[in-house]
C-alpha cells in the first residue's frame, strides 16, 4: 500500500517540474496533462496535441503548473464577470452551478457571498464566507468577504477585525479604504429596524428625522405586504452629496441591491416632500428584495417601489397609451434586467411602463394579489411561471390585456 501512495507522489513532482497540469484522480491515478481545466461536468486537458475528458466526479484535485487561478471553474469566471456587470442574479445563478459541480471550491463560495451581498442578503453571505474560511483560514479574499457581510449586518467591530486579519495576509488598497470608512461611517442613529450612517459629517437631527419617516413607512408596507426584512436596514446619508430624486436614475437603479440605502441629502435640514419619496422608495426596495432575494424582474420591482411611495400611477399613462398605439411600447420580457444600460428617455418609459403595469395588477387582484406574487417570486418561480399561477396571465396575456386597458383610457388608480 505504501509503495502504491508514493508513486503518484513520484509523479506529481515530476508533472512539476515538467511544466505540465497533473490530474488526481480519485483512485490514485494521475494523469500527466500539458494543460487542464474545467468544462460543464468535465475536466477537459490536452496531452500531446489530442484532446480528452474526464468526468467531474472522478477527479480529486488538479495540480496546475500555471498561475494562480488559472484553473478556476468557468462558472466561478462567468459569476464574477456578471457582477461586475451588474446582474447579481447571475451571478448568484452561476456560482451556484460551479458549487455544484465542486462543493468544497473556496473560489465558487466566495463567488457566491459576493452575489448574495450583491442581492442584499448579508447574512447568507456570512454563512457562506464562514464556510469558505473553514475550508481556507488564510485566504485574505474571504477575510474581505466576511468583513463585507460583516459591516452589511451592522457589526463594524467584527468587520474591522476581518479587514485587519485580510490586510495582515495581504495589503490591499481596497480593503484599507473599507477598513477607514467603517472608522469614519460609524453608526449613531439606530433603531430596531434601522441603522443610520453619515458619508460625510453626522447630522444627528436630520438622521432622527429619516428615522421616524422610515419607520412610518416600514409599518405601512409590513402592513399591507404582510412581511418585513428580517434584519435592520443600513441607510447612509451622504450629507457631502447634494439632494437628488435618485428613484428613477439608470445610474441609481440597482443601489437598492447591495442591501444598503444610500441617499444624498447635503443642503437639506429635514426631510423634504422629495427625499420622503426617495426614502419610502429605497425603503420599499429594500422590503422586496428582502423576500425575493435576486428574483425578482426589474419591471416589478421598480412598479412596486414607485406605487409603495405613492407615486400617481396614472401620471404618464396617456404617454404611454400613445405608444401602445403605435406598437411601440416594450415587451416585459425586456424589462427583467436593470434599466442601467437604458437612455434618459428609454429609462424614462421604462419606470412609467413598470408604475403602470403594476397598478394595474392591483386593479385586478388588490393588494392580496401583490402579496402572492411577491411570495410566489420568494418561493424560487421565476416571473414567467409566478404570473400564471398568481393572476392566471402568462406575460403575453397580461401585456397584451394592460396594453388594451391603456388604449380605452380606463386607467384611474382609486385607492393607489
Not at 109 to 124: C, H, K, M, S, Y
Not at 270 to 284: C, D, G, I, K, Q
Not at 399 to 407: H, I, S, T, V
Request: proline letters at 6%; one cysteine or more.
Amino acid at each position: 500500500m505504501k509503495r502504491r501512495l508514493l508513486v503518484p507522489a513520484l509523479l506529481l513532482t515530476l508533472a512539476r517540474l515538467a511544466g505540465a497540469d497533473a490530474i488526481v484522480l480519485t483512485n490514485g491515478r494521475v494523469i500527466e496533462a500539458d494543460h487542464a481545466w474545467f468544462e460543464g461536468s468535465e475536466l477537459r486537458y490536452r496531452k500531446e496535441g489530442a484532446l480528452y475528458a474526464v468526468p467531474r466526479p472522478l477527479v480529486l484535485r488538479v495540480d496546475t503548473s500555471g498561475a494562480p487561478g488559472a484553473l478556476l471553474d468557468p462558472d466561478v469566471l462567468r459569476s464574477r464577470d456578471s457582477l461586475a456587470a451588474g446582474n447579481a442574479a447571475e451571478a448568484l445563478r452561476l456560482a451556484r452551478l460551479a458549487l455544484f459541480h465542486d462543493p468544497g471550491s473556496v473560489a465558487g463560495l466566495q463567488a457566491l457571498g459576493a452575489a448574495q451581498l450583491a442581492l442584499a442578503d448579508p447574512t447568507r453571505a456570512r454563512e457562506t464566507a464562514e464556510t469558505a474560511r473553514g475550508l481556507d483560514p488564510r485566504d485574505p479574499a474571504t477575510l474581505e468577504l466576511l468583513g463585507d457581510a460583516l459591516a452589511g449586518l451592522g457589526d463594524p467591530a467584527a468587520a474591522r477585525e476581518q479587514y485587519h486579519a485580510a490586510l495582515a495576509l495581504r495589503l490591499d488598497p481596497r480593503v484599507q479604504k473599507k477598513l477607514e470608512a467603517l472608522a469614519t461611517g460609524a453608526a449613531s442613529v439606530s433603531s430596531a429596524r434601522f441603522r443610520i450612517r453619515y458619508d460625510g459629517g453626522a447630522d444627528e437631527p436630520l438622521g432622527l428625522a429619516v428615522l421616524r419617516v422610515l419607520d412610518g413607512a416600514w409599518e405601512e408596507y409590513e402592513r399591507r405586504l404582510g412581511f418585513a426584512p428580517e434584519l435592520p436596514v443600513t441607510v447612509v446619508l451622504q450629507t457631502a452629496t447634494s439632494f437628488r430624486d435618485t428613484t428613477r436614475a439608470p445610474d441609481w437603479a440597482a443601489a437598492w441591491n447591495d442591501g444598503t440605502i444610500r441617499v444624498p441629502v447635503m443642503g437639506l435640514e429635514r426631510p423634504s416632500p422629495s427625499l420622503v419619496h426617495v426614502l419610502r422608495h429605497e425603503l420599499a426596495h429594500s422590503f422586496v428584495a428582502s423576500r425575493t432575494g435576486g428574483n425578482c424582474p426589474t419591471w416589478l420591482h421598480e412598479g412596486l417601489a414607485q406605487w409603495l411611495e405613492g407615486g400617481d400611477p396614472t401620471r404618464e399613462d396617456g404617454a404611454l397609451a400613445a405608444l401602445a398605439r403605435s406598437g411601440r411600447l416594450r415587451r416585459l420580457e425586456s424589462l427583467e434586467l436593470p434599466f442601467m444600460g437604458l437612455s434618459e428617455a428609454e429609462a424614462t418609459a421604462a419606470y412609467a411602463q413598470s408604475l403602470s403595469i403594476v397598478a394595474y395588477l392591483v386593479r385586478l387582484r388588490g393588494e392580496e394579489g401583490v402579496r402572492r406574487i411577491i411570495g410566489a417570486l420568494g418561493d424560487g418561480l421565476p416571473a414567467a411561471e409566478a404570473l400564471p399561477v398568481t393572476y392566471a396571465l402568462s406575460y403575453g396575456e397580461l401585456q397584451r390585456a394592460w396594453e388594451q386597458d391603456l388604449k380605452k383610457g380606463s386607467v384611474r388608480g382609486a385607492g393607489l
